[in-house]
């Protein structure tokens, strides 16, 4: 049989120098990560199955920087420890701590059991996990090598992406490595990543031939079909194999899968070894990289000793893992006589990560029982509970309360995502059926809020199915239809509901009432007006509201009302809510929030608007809770255009399209890309506003959310109406109509898509479809009091009048009903339609004053086709002013900032220092530096006072965090 010393993917020369097979794509994308280190940052997701060389690769990283490196390794037994990975990345940069905003210091601190107390949010976390590493590039350029990604315990995993997506400025560089079968880890992180594949053959017998093994090529070529160049697995097929088979001269025969002839080879060795050591193996694969005294005394409690591993040291098969102190890089003794000892800062790993897989999967189920025993004796705090869990052969009420408990602590210091998973493994060992309901409650709920949708669901699923009384089962179909609202399922959430309202209206009309009221929101995502409509109603005959419902039940209820059109009702809905808005806490109440400001959108008081949605953008960020953060930056995205601030509303529609990706909010998600869709469309971006529209038909479009089908149809066609495309756009605008109206849509202002309709009928020539929009423009506008339907129907009727006298009344009532509300491109829209139908009826004079307007206003806006149709007008009057001659307003100008840059602007503005618009944006205080530079030096100011006067100027007075 062929030896070979240790499986490694990088060959060893006769000199003792590793060298890199092949890899020439992954080492030229690592080379010019690790060579623009010092000028700017950047991150690398390494992808692969088990032992096809990625942690290779991130070592030939370590050997070609200049920088300095830090490694993070995930540990499997590690996983359930909220913040072990996070630890050994903050211990060795203790000394940067300080430089940190407070709230960030502590959270990291609070994190890594450097101090006590509770974590408010993860986010505070994650942001300080940035500002640490950007305070260490600054000093040095850093590198951080991060293995086995799969196996970091989620928080900390959220920390590393959460700072891996937002390297900007930073001198820092990422490499992650992460097994491909684990897609859920990095899938929707948005970061770059290659394939790691197998080598080719020329590859694979270089790397043998650098091991000593020669191999006949047809027997080569063989092994490499097989295992698909998998390294590893090369290497261990190879070491399976005698010199004969190797050379071709005896039959190498049928081989196992890939997977299965790593645990053979593996099992050979193990079976060499004394039983003590194979038992000894079994402790040390329950706590992976405990301490070595801490492994000491656990092998002393199964009767064994640290002495049982020698032989499997002996072996290669244990390597001594050295930790200097106050370093987070683990590295492998390079001489198998390098045995370790007892002291602090050594520790004991496996020669390969596969070999502990194999370990335990060998191990008889009493044998890992035992060892997860003994761990759970031996440590103290929430590792023994967690061991003592782990050990737990069924339900255990003792393990299952002592686990509770920990969930409760760690809620408060990591975050809900790490209190779910101990929540649910609780509810595992929970023998009594209604406190197991009541912690996959807890589990359920948490996932939920930690953004974890998936689990969210299942636990719930799980909880209903356990669930025999009525009234919990209502309990819990409340959280499960919640949890599928969010996650995309509308429909399914709304039918849930209203079921289980009917199966406890009889028993608790009054918990009947709130699960109603929950069915309003999923039937308004949906599009469906009416159906949420009649259950509001229905929700408010059931009682006032149990404690914590009466604020959703009053909000969700006028919002239904707001979108049926019933403004008058709707305003006094939210009137009678007025005290409880006030009283509401801004972190814990953001949805309800969140939708009241929506619905004073779409009732026109834009100014209360503001001023919630910015209440609520403010104290997200502030707080580190952004849990409604992207549904209320979209909505101020939607109001900010209509104001027409497209530049700050940009800004926070690129923002909550970040925000939905990272926290899977589908509902969103979608919002956001209509939103910005719009902006697009209005500024003449017709190509970026159809592939918005385009990525929301494919990711967000299989969910069936219809309110989001009306909004993307309104965006073409306003890109098409901008472009002169009519007849696309009346027929894209009037099938959309119909369907809104259809499912209950009696509010123009919710999805504006009539007025734009309208004009395309009146440009197609088709007057008297455009005369029926028109009529029911203008008689919503009665109806409703809304200055936004009346200046359309006013507008469209001059646009049709034949007659001046027809006209002008018309041009006049329309522009008595901007005056009502601030809608500037709407306002222009109206002045370039008078000017156009003042040189169509002779009088080219009086022209040119509104089309003058009209094409300042468009400019200024930035809506590029419109300006072209008010300069070919002006043209078409005698006009042929240059424009050169005008000034560029305030507004135009903040359109050359990126929507980072102008959301640092309105931090600043808002008067935060450097520090604290870090910490409220989530990214470094070297990031806010650089776009703060950028901003002084596009707007042509050099004080934060101008910065503040320019804001001001633009518009953004009322809207800024912080204001």
């Given amino acids: 049989m062929t030896v070979l010393e240790g499986v490694e993917t990088v060959a060893g020369d006769i000199s003792g120098r590793n060298l890199l097979v092949g890899r020439d794509r992954e080492r030229r994308l690592i080379d010019g990560l690790l060579a623009a280190v010092t000028q700017r940052c950047g991150a690398l997701v390494l992808r692969g199955e088990p032992g096809v060389g990625k942690s290779a690769l991130l070592r030939y990283a370590e050997r070609t920087s200049s920088a300095r490196v830090l490694w993070l390794r995930g540990v499997e037994s590690e996983s359930v420890l909220p913040f072990a990975t996070l630890a050994d990345l903050v211990l060795p940069l203790r000394e940067y701590l300080r430089e940190l905003p407070d709230a960030q210091r502590a959270a990291l601190e609070i994190s890594v059991a450097l101090s006590e107390g509770s974590l408010a949010s993860p986010y505070a976390t994650c942001a300080g996990a940035l500002s640490l590493l950007a305070a260490a590039g600054e000093d040095r350029p850093l590198v951080l090598l991060v293995d086995d990604l799969q196996w970091v315990d989620p928080p900390s995993r959220q920390a590393l992406l959460f700072v891996?997506?937002?390297?900007?400025?930073?001198?820092?560089?990422?490499?992650?490595?992460?097994?491909?079968?684990?897609?859920?880890?990095?899938?929707?992180?948005?970061?770059?990543?290659?394939?790691?594949?197998?080598?080719?053959?020329?590859?694979?017998?270089?790397?043998?031939?650098?091991?000593?093994?020669?191999?006949a090529p047809h027997v080569l070529a063989d092994l490499v079909r097989r295992v698909g160049g998998n390294p590893s697995a090369l290497l261990e097929a190879v070491a399976s194999l005698r010199e004969a088979q190797l050379g071709g001269h005896e039959p190498v025969g049928e081989l196992p899968l890939p997977g299965r002839s790593w645990e053979r080879a593996w099992s050979e060795r193990l079976d060499d070894l004394p039983e003590?050591?194979?038992?000894?193996?079994?402790?040390?694969?329950?706590?992976?990289?405990?301490?070595?005294?801490?492994?000491?005394?656990?092998?002393?409690?199964?009767?064994?000793?640290?002495?049982?591993?020698?032989?499997?040291?002996?072996?290669?098969?244990?390597?001594?893992?050295?930790?200097?102190?106050?370093?987070?890089?683990?590295?492998?003794?390079?001489?198998?006589?390098?045995?370790?000892?007892?002291?602090?800062?050594?520790?004991?790993?496996?020669?390969?990560?596969?070999?502990?897989?194999?370990?335990?999967?060998?191990?008889?189920?009493?044998?890992?029982?035992?060892?997860?025993?003994?761990?759970?004796?031996?440590?103290?705090?929430?590792?023994?509970?967690?061991?003592?869990?782990?050990?737990?052969?069924?339900?255990?009420?003792?393990?299952?309360?002592?686990?509770?408990?920990?969930?409760?602590?760690?809620?408060?210091?990591?975050?809900?995502?790490?209190?779910?998973?101990?929540?649910?493994?609780?509810?595992?060992?929970?023998?009594?059926?209604?406190?197991?309901?009541?912690?996959?409650?807890?589990?359920?709920?948490?996932?939920?809020?930690?953004?974890?949708?998936?689990?969210?669901?299942?636990?719930?699923?799980?909880?209903?199915?356990?669930?025999?009384?009525?009234?919990?089962?209502?309990?819990?179909?409340?959280?499960?239809?919640?949890?599928?609202?969010?996650?995309?399922?509308?429909?399914?959430?709304?039918?849930?509901?209203?079921?289980?309202?009917?199966?406890?209206?009889?028993?608790?009309?009054?918990?009947?009432?709130?699960?109603?009221?929950?069915?309003?929101?999923?039937?308004?995502?949906?599009?469906?007006?009416?159906?949420?409509?009649?259950?509001?109603?229905?929700?408010?005959?059931?009682?006032?509201?149990?404690?914590?419902?009466?604020?959703?039940?009053?909000?969700?209820?006028?919002?239904?009302?707001?979108l049926a059109g019933l403004i008058g009702e709707a305003n006094a809905c939210l009137e009678?809510?007025?005290?409880?808005?006030?009283?509401?806490?801004?972190?814990?109440?953001?949805?309800?929030l969140t939708l009241a400001g929506q619905t004073l959108l779409d009732v026109e008081e834009d100014r209360s608007a503001v001023r919630l949605l910015s209440t609520v953008v403010d104290a997200a960020r502030r707080a580190e809770a952004p849990a409604m953060l992207p549904y209320a930056l979209a909505v101020r995205c939607e109001l900010e255009g209509w104001r027409g601030l497209w530049a700050a509303g940009y800004a926070d529609g690129v923002e909550a399209v970040r925000w939905a990706e990272e926290s899977g909010q589908v509902g969103a998600l979608g919002f956001s890309l209509v939103m910005l869709a719009r902006i697009d469309a209005a500024r003449g971006d017709r190509a970026l506003c159809e592939q918005r529209i385009d990525r929301l038909r494919a990711e967000i479009g299989p969910y069936g959310i219809g309110m989001l089908d009306l909004h993307a149809d309104g965006a073409l066609g306003l890109a098409a109406v901008g472009h002169g495309e009519y007849d696309v756009a009346a027929l894209t605008l009037a099938e959309a109509w119909d369907r809104a109206r259809e499912r209950g849509l009696g509010n123009p202002n919710a999805i504006?898509?009539?007025?734009?309709?309208?004009?395309?009928?009146?440009?197609?020539?088709?007057?008297?479809?455009?005369?029926?929009?028109?009529?029911?423009?203008?008689?919503?506008?009665?109806?409703?009091?809304?200055?936004?339907?009346?200046?359309?129907?006013?507008?469209?009727?001059?646009?049709?009048?034949?007659?001046?006298?027809?006209?002008?009344?018309?041009?006049?009532?329309?522009?008595?009903?901007?005056?009502?509300?601030?809608?500037?491109?709407?306002?222009?829209?109206?002045?370039?339609?008078?000017?156009?139908?003042?040189?169509?009826?002779?009088?080219?004079?009086?022209?040119?004053?509104?089309?003058?307007?009209?094409?300042?206003?468009f400019e200024s806006?930035?809506?590029?086709?419109?300006?072209?149709?008010?300069?070919?007008?002006?043209?078409?009057?005698?006009?042929?002013?240059?424009?050169?001659?005008?000034?560029v307003p305030a507004p135009a100008r903040l359109e050359g900032l990126t929507p980072a840059e102008l959301q640092v602007a309105r931090a600043i503005g808002a008067g935060m220092n450097n520090v604290e618009a870090a910490a409220a944006l989530f990214v470094s205080r070297k990031t806010v530096e650089t776009h703060l530079t950028r901003v002084y030096r596009k707007l042509g100011i050099r004080s934060r006072s101008e910065l503040a006067r320019a804001l001001v100027a633009a518009g953004i007075d009322d809207g800024l965090p912080g204001a």
């Fill in 164 to 215: 891996a997506r937002r390297l900007a400025a930073e001198r820092v560089a990422m490499l992650l490595a992460v097994r491909s079968q684990a897609a859920s880890v990095w899938e929707g992180a948005g970061l770059p990543g290659v394939e790691v594949t197998g080598l080719s053959s020329p590859d694979c017998a270089d790397l043998l031939a650098a091991r000593g093994v020669r191999a």
């Fill in 576 to 592: 009678a809510a007025a005290g409880q808005l006030v009283a509401a806490d801004d972190v814990t109440d953001q949805q309800a």
């Fill in 752 to 857: 504006p898509i009539a007025g734009d309709l309208a004009e395309a009928h009146i440009r197609a020539g088709e007057h008297e479809r455009a005369a029926a929009v028109v009529a029911w423009l203008a008689e919503r506008a009665r109806t409703t009091g809304l200055a936004w339907p009346a200046a359309v129907a006013a507008r469209c009727q001059g646009l049709m009048a034949e007659e001046l006298p027809a006209a002008e009344t018309a041009f006049a009532a329309a522009e008595q009903a901007h005056r009502r509300r601030r809608m500037p491109f709407e306002q222009a829209r109206t002045r370039l339609c008078r000017g156009e139908v003042l040189r169509r009826l002779r009088r080219p004079a009086a022209a040119r004053l509104p089309l003058r307007e009209a094409r300042v206003a």
């Fill in 276 to 562: 003590a050591t194979r038992a000894a193996l079994v402790v040390l694969a329950a706590g992976n990289t405990v301490p070595v005294a801490t492994l000491g005394r656990a092998l002393t409690a199964v009767s064994g000793s640290l002495a049982d591993l020698d032989a499997a040291h002996d072996a290669g098969l244990v390597r001594a893992l050295d930790i200097a102190a106050g370093d987070a890089t683990c590295r492998f003794p390079q001489a198998a006589a390098d045995v370790p000892s007892a002291g602090a800062g050594q520790g004991l790993a496996f020669a390969h990560p596969l070999l502990r897989a194999v370990v335990l999967r060998r191990a008889a189920p009493s044998a890992r029982l035992r060892a997860y025993q003994a761990l759970a004796e031996v440590c103290d705090g929430d590792a023994a509970v967690w061991y003592a869990a782990a050990g737990a052969g069924g339900p255990d009420d003792r393990v299952a309360t002592a686990l509770a408990d920990v969930a409760v602590r760690t809620r408060r210091r990591a975050g809900y995502g790490a209190s779910a998973r101990a929540w649910h493994r609780a509810a595992e060992l929970t023998h009594p059926r209604e406190v197991r309901v009541d912690r996959l409650l807890h589990a359920a709920a948490d996932a939920h809020l930690g953004g974890l949708a998936r689990e969210a669901g299942s636990w719930a699923d799980e909880a209903a199915r356990l669930a025999g009384d009525s009234v919990l089962r209502a309990d819990v179909e409340l959280l499960r239809g919640r949890v599928l609202t969010w996650s995309g399922h509308p429909t399914r959430a709304h039918e849930q509901l209203v079921q289980a309202a009917e199966s406890v209206v009889g028993v608790d009309p009054d918990r009947a009432g709130a699960l109603l009221a929950e069915a309003v929101l999923p039937a308004l995502m949906d599009g469906r007006i009416t159906v949420a409509l009649r259950a509001a109603q229905r929700s408010r005959l059931l009682g006032t509201g149990r404690s914590g419902h009466a604020l959703p039940r009053s909000v969700h209820r006028g919002r239904a009302l707001a």
């Fill in 861 to 887: 806006l930035g809506a590029r086709p419109w300006a072209r149709r008010a300069t070919a007008e002006l043209i078409a009057t005698g006009d042929r002013a240059s424009r050169a001659d005008r000034a």
